[in-house]
């Protein structure tokens, strides 16, 4: 380090360093200038860059513009979680209960082998106890008998086992027909359950599958946009998979609920099992079905989409119908009521954005329409939640206030911008975007809420309408 470096205030204080903040109108610092404003967290420690301890961290170095991101990464390298067990020990969890689920199956099997052998000898033994030969045996062995007494007794035994022929039969077939039963070795299917299970296994990941390789070369400004795309893929990659992981997940819930109900149910017909799982299958066909229809329906709107608030008795008020371009148009047709209001009868999706093109119809120069979100149709008047536009004046000119307007004409073409994720809500004067008009209050609309978008009448204007021109839910809004 340069020794002679000095302060140029502070006469012969050494300079001990460095302010990084940008714009600094003094760069070098000794101890005096930092002593003066200590609540400054700007400041490096010369000797701490001049004997480069490696990878000295430093909370406030190097610069980046997002401080979230800085949190973060002073979070990693805080962060002493040990996750490395947590693998192992999940791993080592996992191989533990199917190690004794195996070693109890083949305990049980192996018991169930012995029955089976045990079974086959008493047939055996059965068959030779029917043969009765020793009783045969005691009448040749007999010396004192002669020969007619043993034609006799012999002749007798044989017949009285004949008689017993069909009990004989029976009882064997009976015999042969369990040890059937219960020695049949099953290798085919258990070895098609066990590659199965194996399968399954294979799909067991504790983190999301990628090809990330990032090369130090990557990291680079002339690659920052590949590496960008690449990251988008993944991404992609990953959100598609984490879909596939559900759906196979929800499968096999569905499979492993019926096979623990029903295996132990007597009566459990495959014709059961085969309906359920075709119900399965049409659940999640309307499932998307539904959801194909819902996109379609917002995109295409009709009357009956439409849900009046009963608040005033909105559905007197006000009323929707398409128009001859087919577009949706709601306009008060009586007067002697205000604040009347109605809803688009579509839950908005928070992660989605949504356009919504209005041609506004005024019949007097005043404020007279809300738009807005409202997570009920009936409980709160659009205007009182704090989520929702009093679409400004039209004209600018106040002394024409009540004049009355030609009701034909479009008074304004506004585009409503949404997403509740993001809690924003904005109107633009469409298709010019010269005016931006931004929700204050965006603290009021809950991140994960269900919202309808509501329009609110609020003067007693007959000819005051709006029609809804176009309607679009979106990944990205476009970029103006
Ligand atoms: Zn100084």
Request: with cysteine.
């Amino acid at each position: 380090m340069n020794k002679d470096l000095q302060c140029n205030i502070h006469k012969n204080c050494p300079i001990l360093f460095i302010d990084m903040l940008q714009a600094s109108k003094k760069t070098l610092q000794c101890a005096q200038c930092v002593s003066n404003k200590i609540e400054e967290i700007s400041f490096i420690y010369i000797p701490q860059v001049t004997n480069i301890e490696e990878n000295l961290f430093l909370n406030n170095w190097p610069p980046i513009s997002d401080n979230q991101l800085r949190k973060k990464i002073i979070q990693l390298k805080n962060e002493n979680e040990d996750v490395i067990q947590k693998v192992i020990d999940f791993y080592d969890q996992l191989t533990q209960e199917i190690i004794k689920i195996i070693s109890e199956k083949k305990k049980e099997q192996l018991i169930a082998v012995e029955k089976t052998l045990e079974f086959k000898l008493k047939i055996v033994d059965q068959y030779c106890k029917m043969a009765s030969l020793n009783k045969i045996n005691q009448f040749l062995v007999n010396e004192s008998q002669k020969y007619e007494e043993i034609e006799k007794a012999l002749k007798e035994q044989i017949d009285s086992q004949y008689n017993r022929i069909d009990e004989y039969t029976t009882i064997l077939q009976s015999m042969i027909k369990q040890y059937e039963l219960i020695s049949k070795f099953n290798i085919q299917e258990s070895t098609q359950i066990k590659d199965n299970v194996i399968e399954l296994v294979k799909i067991i990941n504790l983190f999301p599958s990628n090809n990330f390789d990032v090369s130090d070369e990557m990291l680079s400004l002339d690659n920052l946009a590949v590496y960008q795309k690449k990251l988008d893929q993944e991404y992609e990659i990953n959100k598609k998979d984490n879909v596939k992981i559900e759906l196979l997940i929800n499968q096999l819930d569905i499979c492993n609920k019926q096979l623990s109900n029903k295996i132990n149910q007597l009566d459990w017909y495959l014709d059961d099992y085969l309906s359920s799982q075709q119900i399965l299958i049409a659940k999640y066909q309307i499932e998307k079905a539904e959801f194909t229809n819902e996109l379609q329906k917002i995109q295409k709107l009709s009357p009956k989409d439409i849900i009046y608030s009963s608040q005033n008795n909105s559905q007197n008020y006000i009323q929707a119908k398409l128009n001859s371009q087919g577009k949706i148009l709601i306009q008060r047709i009586k007067s002697g009521s205000s604040y009347n209001e109605c809803y688009i009868n579509y839950v908005l999706k928070p992660q989605k954005k949504y356009l919504f093109r209005i041609n506004l119809f005024q019949s007097k120069n005043n404020f007279t329409f809300n738009i807005g979100l409202n997570q009920y149709f009936n409980s709160y008047f659009l205007n009182n939640n704090g989520m929702s536009f009093q679409i400004q004046q039209l004209t600018q000119n106040q002394n024409q206030e009540n004049q009355i307007i030609d009701p034909l004409a479009v008074a304004k073409t506004l585009e409503f911008r949404v997403c509740i994720q993001e809690q924003l809500m904005e109107y633009r004067n469409y298709p010019n975007y010269t005016n931006v008009v931004t929700l204050n209050y965006k603290k009021s609309i809950n991140t994960n809420g269900q919202y309808y978008l509501g329009i609110q009448f609020t003067q007693d204007y007959l000819g005051d309408k709006l029609e809804i021109f176009d309607i679009q839910e979106l990944d990205q809004f476009p970029n103006n």
